[in-house]
């Protein structure tokens, strides 16, 4: 194999929860990812590129239990279910190569987390949730009380 390159985007992913109790809120989920390998072969004194890519879509409603909340400090236990799309996809230029593209026949997705997030602000915070499924198993990022 020759100039084989790796690379992709993400994962990127946004969150929305509306707290309806003081334990409890509801949201949506969503994050996307695309995998891709690329690399040249010869065959025969001609060179062939070849490249698979793997994009992922997901889109979940999702509940969180507040277990610990203060101020500044808010753990939680997340469960999410929606859509989930994954595909396989090769692209080549050598013209015996057969294409295909392999996708999930069910589109669904779930997730399992453990999550927490620290305000230092009253409005501006950090976030860290593990999670199972559906997503990347670290996610942190900003947090915004609206």
Known sequence: YQNVDIGGIGPLGIRFEYLVTDKIGIGVDMNYTNTS???????????????VKVPR??????????????????????????????KLVTETNDPSYVFSTISNPIPVSIRFALGARYFFTDNLGVNLEFGLLGGALINAGLSFKI
Do not use: I, Q
Not at 65 to 77: N, P
């Open 57 to 86: 879509l997901r889109v979940m409603g999702k509940f969180n239990f507040h277990f610990a909340k203060s101020d500044k400090f808010d753990a939680y236990t997340a469960f999410a279910a929606g859509y989930g799309s994954f």
């Open 37 to 51: 390998v690329t690399w040249n072969e010869t065959y025969s004194g001609d060179t062939y590129e070849y490249s």
